[in-house]
């Protein structure tokens, strides 16, 4: 078992920044693939990003490619999400979520075991 908490958001101004963090205890946070998603209002959560156990991998949704990276401190037991060139549908609630099963990094939120509360971006024009 392992509990997740996201920081980091916030409200800011198209075409700036955010770094989100994602703090995680209570497991051997090395043995889990990571991943961030978002949910905006009415619509399904999404996939951002994830990032495999060492680190050595990682893997974007297609229309975020270059404008968000994932990054992991396993010594720190912490998840990241650095967030450049923010537009306003960029606007949700992002969520820090762990996979212990498989190796693969994958995209269905129905495959991560685990989820943090969530933490509120938004991106005004």
């Known amino acids: 078992q392992v509990q997740l908490v996201e920081s980091g958001g916030g409200l800011v101004q198209a075409g700036g920044s955010l770094r989100l963090s994602c703090a995680a205890s209570?497991?051997?946070?090395?043995?889990?693939?990571m991943g961030w998603f978002r949910q905006a209002p009415g619509k399904e959560r999404e996939f951002v990003a994830g990032?495999?156990?060492?680190?050595?991998?990682?893997y974007y949704a297609d229309s975020l490619k270059g404008r968000f990276t994932i990054s992991r401190d396993n010594a720190k037991n912490a998840v990241y999400l650095q967030m450049n060139s923010l537009k306003p549908e960029d606007t949700a609630v992002y969520y820090c979520?762990?996979?212990?099963?498989?190796?693969?990094?994958?995209?269905?939120?129905?495959?991560?075991?685990?989820w943090g509360q969530g933490t509120q971006v938004t991106v005004s024009s």
């Open positions: 979520a762990a996979r212990s099963s498989g190796v693969a990094i994958v995209t269905d939120t129905l495959r991560y075991d685990y």
């Open positions: 209570g497991g051997t946070f090395n043995i889990y693939t």
């Open positions: 990032i495999s156990r060492s680190g050595g991998s990682t």
